[in-house]
């Protein structure tokens, strides 16, 4: 009976050992940043678990120690060779990012330790933008400018045109003389002035000789 109890416990003490080891354990997940073949940011969490429990993990960005945003979240089935899951992230170079693991049912419900931080060096996309294209030079002579055969007014001696906007008639031939010539406005008015004092002088002398004939007959 001795026997037969050490025995028993030692086979329930093997089989307690192995079931630890093939029990799912957040030490069984790991996460790291790198660039997709495209030159594009990735998060890939690897599970090792041998046991095959169904996981699910949860990336977070950090910012000053807290989560900032969620990147996403996918399940995974572990494997001894170890099975990945990968999240699509334009990740900034030394950038923080929780990644939070729930598997077995609640039995692990934890962070990967520590913290993922990325590289110092942000990925390079491979799709570079087109250079902009210079359209071709132009093979066409430019027409070289040729003196106009249209003669100007003062070359064919014409009239000069009147000025644009201008509609006052323009003045008659000889009207610049008419002050010269006595022809000007005020001319007949200093005119019929000098005939009244005609008029009033002669007759002025006309009654003085008619008032001294009078005088002379008396």
Not at 122 to 130: F, H, L, N
Request: glycine share 12%.
């Amino acid at each position: 009976m001795r026997i037969l109890g050490v025995t028993s416990a030692a086979a329930a003490l093997t089989l307690g050992v192995a079931g630890n080891a093939l029990a799912c354990s957040i030490r069984d997940f790991s996460a790291v940043a790198s660039c997709d073949s495209a030159g594009k940011g990735i998060i890939t969490v690897k599970d090792i678990d041998p046991s095959g429990k169904e996981a699910t993990v949860t990336v977070y960005l950090e910012s000053n120690g807290a989560d900032e945003r969620k990147v996403g979240e996918q399940k995974v089935t572990g494997s001894k060779d170890g099975a990945t899951v990968t999240f699509s992230e334009n990740w900034a170079p030394n950038a923080q990012y929780r990644i939070r693991v729930n598997a077995n049912g609640g039995q692990v419900d934890a962070d990967i330790s520590p913290a993922l931080t990325t590289p110092g060096k942000a990925c390079v996309t491979s799709q570079t933008t087109a250079p902009a294209t210079t359209p071709p030079a132009s093979n066409t002579p430019k027409p070289s400018a040729t003196p106009s055969s249209t003669a100007t007014p003062s070359e064919s001696g014409g009239t000069a045109p009147a000025a644009p906007g201008d509609n006052s008639p323009s003045p008659a031939a000889g009207s610049s003389n008419l002050a010269e010539t006595g022809a000007g406005s005020s001319t007949p008015l200093i005119a019929g002035i000098a005939a009244g004092l005609v008029v009033i002088g002669g007759g002025a002398v006309f009654f003085g000789m008619r008032r001294r004939g009078a005088s002379k007959n008396n």
